[in-house]
């Protein structure tokens, strides 16, 4: 990460968040343990943070779908590749990790997709829980799969999808 990074804690319907910036945008948000005393270096500070909170309030009420808050995630190209694509996923939509393979040009690649998926360290904003398994199952999501039927369903999505 270069420059100063910033933290704030949000309270969502799905957990506490701790939302992490720096100058370039949104680098990471994280489901807290709320059981666990989480004491994070908290400021105010960051636009871009100010920002997200604003948009994830919205999101929640249902007021809004498409996430316009800068992102800086770090990954390698592969994951950037694969969470541009998750980012393009609409709002009430999914996909398949063997489409998402398709549409880099990597059919065989739905493994490397899934893990990329996996290490997304920016979920919501790229909706990683918007990828579900072949046979629309709702397979692992690193925040929970209770979190991933909630979101899915937060967007109109009827489950079960297989």
Known sequence: MLGRVDEIL???PIGLLRLTATDAGISRIQ???ETKRENPNVSNSNPHLTA????LD???KRQLKIFRVPIAPEGTEFQKRVWDRLSKIPFGSTKTYGQIALE???PTASRAVGGANNRNPIPIVVPCHRV???N???VGFACGVWRKQWMLEHEGIALPLG
């Open 136 to 138: 629309n199952n709702l």
């Open 52 to 55: 997200l909170a604003t948009e």
């Open 104 to 106: 880099l040009g990597q």
């Open 31 to 33: 489901f807290l343990d």
């Open 10 to 12: 949000f309270k969502s």
């Open 58 to 60: 919205a999101y929640f």
């Open 132 to 134: 579900i398994g072949t």
